[in-house]
């Protein structure tokens, strides 16, 4: 019962008040946005027009990007970045990412990787034994150029050097393996 001249007080609109942001908070994300967006358009300025092609982007941003490559830095290098990043915003900036990510060979192979880096592993420490069973398990491997990229790839461990030939061999694995 309420007696006249009592306020109430209703906590649900300061429950729903506190879930917004901020503008610090809505300044931050833009920011952040935009510094997202900045750092991509330089990425991908940086590509030989060879991947920009393989990268399967609109045509416009790909004409973008290929004119930023012909402007020397200054105000013009400038002012066609800040064009691509507005063109950029309509898109999926990580999945662009992710795109220019595997056209440069930095990608993660987060799909089976375990499988894959098993059956890497074993085939340089088991050899033929460990190819033989990879190829009962996928025929339709292409045997000839596995056994190369096991070789290479044994042959680049003894040694030391680089990891050129474990890479291309993880690829190749990647690409047969369902």
Known sequence: ????????IDHREEEEEDTRKTRSELRAERKAVQAGLDALTVRLGKLS???????DLDEDIVE???????????????RQRRLIARTLRDYDIEAID???????????????????????TRLVEEGDSALAELLEEHPAID????????????????????????????????????
Not at 65 to 71: F, P, S, Y
Not at 153 to 166: C, H, M, P, Y
Request: aromatic letters at 4%.
């Open 49 to 55: 027009p060879r991947i920009l092609s393989a990268l």
């Open 1 to 8: 019962m309420l007696h006249s001249g009592t306020i109430v």
């Open 98 to 120: 992710r795109r220019v990510d595997i056209a440069l060979g930095k990608h993660v192979f987060s799909a089976r990787p375990g499988k894959l880096e098993r059956w890497r």
């Open 143 to 178: 045997r000839q150029r596995l056994r190369q990229a096991v070789r290479a790839a044994v042959t680049e461990q003894k040694k030391g050097t680089t990891r050129k030939r474990w890479k291309a061999l993880h690829e190749m694995l990647s690409k047969a393996l369902p």
């Open 64 to 78: 973008a990007v290929t004119t930023l490559a012909k402007i020397p830095h200054g105000s013009g290098y400038a």
